[in-house]
């Protein structure tokens, strides 16, 4: 896989220094998967290389970029609004610079809008872009005018990106950029382009250099991460990967997403199963129970193939745990089909369910389709589907009471005096214990649930 470095621009940090009487502050916004965090992070780490400090306050900024996502119309609305709001603050300080990348800029129907409606946005980029930001600021600075392009796609990984992590015990590692799969309702081959697989030596240096910062959990990055190693010069699979890098002594937590079922194999089940520093969750997106509606997704699995696989994974990895993505109302989902999702849902029993009614994307396969369903059809169906997953799911979270399980400590909790864990299974529990322990391990003792969320007491180790 070619693979381009990211080094220094000395001239675009000059451009900089002589642009501002003191160091200009940038404020970053990402709206979509943790993939888009992940580069949200990288912008940070590439504007703080060239002289920008970072600030959380949007009005205080000289630069706002908003990372954007163009998974569903509702993402891409949130954006626009959002920018439009940005009009009164260019109004209050003409010199602010207003930017927009990622998935959404990918597109030329966006940039092309961006054009003519939103005069006050002068920058846009697509998620190749990252390592040219300086470069694009600097010729903003010195001539002006606005900078509007996609960027194209390179067919390359880019590696040495600067990066400012939003924490440091919990890290993403993108083991892989870009999709093959073209899910007929899905954007993000269109605008991630085709799949590129890092070489091993780069995940493992990062890996590294996360554990020895002192980083406890870190989850493994991919569209699609079982067609991971397709292109590199080792040729290892995700297996393979994982494999590798569990050999590496510590005190640590490693997830990965997303698996695609069609390749998810017995091999990563077995794999998950003998180190113990693996989670024994697997988040695996069905997407729909019928297959008929899978194969008009171009899913390449049946309904009886994906429970196969959980089948096999609750037998192989004790107390294991799924979680996984439905779309419902895909262009001609009949009452039956969706009746099969429900089925399926019921016969799984996830622990966690995202859901989301069809969205239609210009470009895709399914934006042609007859799609006679109204939208409170579909609302209606949502509605049923989230019955039917509580229903499923908060009594088994609750079986889970009485049992001592070791957490990582993420965040204070809702209440008051509380904290937030996870454990190894995804699950999160709210206890009550100091601030102090944010980011450390603890041992929970887990007393109750309220819904999804389990609540529990703090245990000494
Ligand atoms: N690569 C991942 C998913 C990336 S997008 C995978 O294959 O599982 C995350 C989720 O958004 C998808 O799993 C799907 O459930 C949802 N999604 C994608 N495109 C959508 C669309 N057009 N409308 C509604 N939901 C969509
Ligand atoms: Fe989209 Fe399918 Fe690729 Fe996932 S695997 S990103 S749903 S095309
Ligand atoms: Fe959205 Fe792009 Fe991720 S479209 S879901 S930010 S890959």
Same mark, same amino acid.
């Given at each position: 896989?070619?693979?381009?470095?990211?080094?220094?621009?000395?001239?675009?940090?000059?451009?900089?220094?002589?642009?501002?009487?003191?160091?200009?502050?940038?404020?970053?916004?990402?709206?979509?998967?943790?993939?888009?965090?992940?580069?949200?992070?990288?912008?940070?780490?590439?504007?703080?290389?060239?002289?920008?400090?970072?600030?959380?306050?949007?009005?205080?900024?000289?630069?706002?970029?908003?990372?954007?996502?163009?998974?569903?119309?509702?993402?891409?609305?949130?954006?626009?609004?959002?920018?439009?709001?940005?009009?009164?603050?260019?109004?209050?300080?003409?010199?602010?610079?207003?930017?927009?990348?990622?998935?959404?800029?990918?597109?030329?129907?966006?940039?092309?809008?961006?054009?003519?409606?939103?005069?006050?946005?002068?920058?846009?980029?697509?998620?190749?872009?990252?390592?040219?930001?300086?470069?694009?600021?600097?010729?903003?600075?010195?001539?002006?005018?606005?900078?509007?392009?996609?960027?194209?796609?390179?067919?390359?990984?880019?590696?040495?990106?600067?990066?400012?992590?939003?924490?440091?015990?919990?890290?993403?590692?993108?083991?892989?950029?870009?999709?093959?799969?073209?899910?007929?309702?899905?954007?993000?081959?269109?605008? %991630?382009?085709?799949?590129?697989?890092?070489?091993?030596? =780069?995940?493992?240096?990062?890996?590294?250099?996360?554990?020895? =910062?002192?980083?406890? /959990?870190?989850?493994?990055?991919?569209?699609?991460?079982?067609?991971?190693?397709?292109?590199?010069?080792?040729?290892?699979?995700?297996?393979?990967?994982?494999?590798?890098?569990?050999?590496?002594?510590?005190?640590? %937590?490693?997830?990965?997403?997303?698996?695609?079922?069609?390749?998810?194999?017995?091999?990563?089940?077995?794999?998950?199963?003998?180190?113990?520093?693996?989670?024994?969750?697997?988040?695996?997106?069905?997407?729909?129970?019928?297959?008929?509606?899978?194969?008009?997704?171009?899913?390449?699995?049946?309904?009886?193939?994906?429970?196969?696989?959980?089948?096999?994974?609750?037998?192989?990895?004790?107390?294991?745990?799924?979680?996984?993505?439905?779309?419902v109302g895909?262009?001609? /989902?009949?009452?039956?089909?969706?009746?099969?999702?429900?089925?399926?849902?019921? =016969?799984?029993?996830?622990?966690?369910?995202?859901?989301?009614i069809y969205?239609?994307?210009?470009?895709?396969?399914?934006?042609?389709?007859?799609?006679?369903a109204t939208h409170?059809d579909k609302a209606?169906r949502m509605?049923?589907?989230?019955?039917?997953?509580?229903?499923?799911?908060?009594?088994?979270?609750?079986?889970?009471?009485?049992?001592?399980?070791?957490?990582?400590?993420?965040?204070?909790?809702?209440?008051?005096?509380?904290?937030?864990?996870?454990?190894?299974?995804?699950?999160?529990?709210?206890?009550?214990?100091?601030?102090?322990?944010?980011?450390?391990?603890?041992?929970?003792?887990?007393?109750?649930? %309220?819904?999804?969320?389990?609540?529990?007491?703090?245990?000494?180790?």
């Amino acid at each position: 896989m070619p693979t381009f470095t990211y080094t220094h621009n000395a001239a675009a940090a000059a451009a900089v220094a002589a642009a501002y009487d003191t160091p200009p502050l940038a404020y970053v916004r990402s709206y979509g998967c943790q993939q888009n965090v992940n580069d949200g992070e990288k912008l940070r780490g590439v504007l703080l290389d060239i002289g920008f400090g970072i600030t959380d306050a949007p009005e205080r900024a000289d630069l706002i970029l908003f990372n954007t996502c163009a998974v569903r119309e509702h993402a891409e609305q949130r954006v626009f609004g959002n920018v439009g709001a940005l009009k009164k603050l260019k109004e209050a300080n003409p010199r602010l610079i207003i930017g927009l990348c990622g998935c959404m800029a990918q597109q030329p129907q966006v940039v092309e809008k961006l054009k003519k409606s939103y005069p006050y946005v002068d920058l846009v980029f697509g998620v190749d872009g990252i390592d040219r930001l300086p470069a694009l600021l600097q010729k903003r600075l010195e001539k002006g005018r606005r900078v509007l392009e996609t960027s194209p796609e390179r067919g390359a990984v880019v590696e040495d990106l600067p990066i400012r992590r939003d924490s440091d015990f919990r890290a993403w590692l993108p083991v892989m950029y870009g999709c093959d799969n073209f899910c007929t309702y899905c954007i993000v081959p269109y605008v %991630r382009g085709r799949e590129r697989s890092r070489e091993p030596e =780069a995940i493992l240096a990062e890996f590294r250099a996360l554990l020895a =910062a002192g980083c406890k /959990e870190i989850t493994l990055l991919g569209q699609n991460v079982n067609s991971y190693g397709k292109g590199t010069a080792a040729g290892l699979d995700f297996a393979g990967l994982l494999d590798l890098l569990c050999q590496e002594p510590g005190d640590y %937590r490693l997830r990965f997403m997303t698996s695609h079922p069609k390749d998810a194999s017995h091999r990563l089940i077995d794999t998950i199963a003998r180190h113990p520093q693996l989670c024994r969750h697997l988040h695996l997106p069905v997407q729909s129970g019928s297959d008929r509606v899978l194969a008009a997704m171009n899913r390449h699995y049946t309904a009886a193939q994906y429970l196969e696989l959980i089948d096999y994974a609750r037998k192989t990895i004790p107390g294991v745990t799924f979680s996984s993505d439905i779309i419902v109302g895909f262009p001609g /989902e009949t009452e039956e089909d969706f009746e099969k999702t429900l089925e399926l849902v019921k =016969a799984v029993g996830y622990t966690q369910l995202f859901t989301f009614i069809y969205s239609k994307r210009t470009g895709t396969k399914a934006a042609a389709l007859p799609d006679p369903a109204t939208h409170a059809d579909k609302a209606a169906r949502m509605a049923r589907l989230l019955k039917i997953q509580e229903e499923r799911a908060f009594p088994a979270i609750a079986a889970l009471t009485g049992r001592s399980e070791r957490v990582l400590v993420e965040s204070a909790g809702r209440m008051a005096g509380t904290l937030n864990g996870r454990l190894d299974n995804d699950l999160v529990v709210e206890f009550p214990g100091p601030q102090s322990l944010i980011g450390r391990w603890a041992r929970v003792r887990l007393t109750g649930a %309220r819904a999804a969320l389990l609540t529990g007491e703090l245990e000494t180790e």
